[in-house]
């Protein structure tokens, strides 16, 4: 790839300050809901348009659940209170970077409340298509002020694991042609940094991969290759995975929890 990279190693390591649940909030959380024992393991694909997420999840799924574990599913704009007005707006093309994050604020919080925490409690895996980290990466390169994005998604538990799609535009753009195709937002048409669609595509995705570089560093996202083929991918990703899990069931309860995958390496150690 273009960009150098460096590999983040996981952590088994306890985050000070941890509930005995084993979850921390990233920031002020929701403080009227009283959470008790979450044994679940909250696990994030990271990655941008088009990488094939939602392909490498659906695998996961299926291969988690021959495994022997409960799974649920989440992803932005999944909320039933939010779903069809955020799309609904975006197909107007005419949100603001503060609309379109308060938006997906409230999705999120929503989905965090009434699908994740549940799940959570009931000892689920919970794969999240994305995280609050798609929103830090956008609204740095459309312009939002950094700090107050985080404080907005300050109600986001810390994930047990992230795992991210890395992938350079070179390896991105025949992906997106030969599927969906490019669309506006994905393309970046509402910042006007390019002539047609696909100039825009490419000046886009390079300055959105740029930051989630930058966060991947400063969150500890275990890396993986998504320039090769579906099934070394997932091969990567169950490995990831595996590893993870096996950690959390070898740890004391007190023990369990988000470690430096997640949180700044000022916050974890």
Known sequence: MARAKRAAPPSTGRVPG??????????HGLPYLKLGPLPGHLIVIEGT?????????????????????????TGWARSPLLSDTINE???????????????????????LEHQIIPALRAGFV??????????????????????????????AFVPDLVLYLDVDVEHLVPRVLAGK?????????????????FDSFERYQRRLL??????????GFLRVDARRGIDEIQG???THIAEYLARARSAPPAAQGPGVPGLPASESG
Request: glycine share 10%; charged share 25%; no cysteine.
């Open 18 to 27: 941890h509930p005995r649940h084993g979850k921390r909030w990233y920031g």
């Open 49 to 73: 348009d088009g990488v094939g997420r939602s392909t490498q999840i659906e695998l996961l799924r299926s291969w988690l659940e021959v495994e022997g574990y409960a799974v649920s599913n």
């Open 89 to 111: 707006a975006m197909a107007g093309h005419e949100l603001n970077v503060l609309t379109f994050s308060l938006l997906y604020a409230a999705d999120f919080a929503d989905r």
């Open 126 to 155: 919970v794969i999240a298509d994305r995280y609050m980290y798609t929103v830090f990466a956008r609204n740095t390169v459309m312009g939002a002020d950094p700090a107050w994005t985080r404080q907005v998604f300050g109600v």
């Open 181 to 197: 195709g490019m669309d506006y937002w994905e393309s970046g048409m509402h910042l006007a940094l390019g002539s047609d669609i």
């Open 210 to 219: 740029d930051e989630y570089d930058r966060l991947a560093d400063e969150f």
């Open 236 to 238: 990567d990703l169950r």
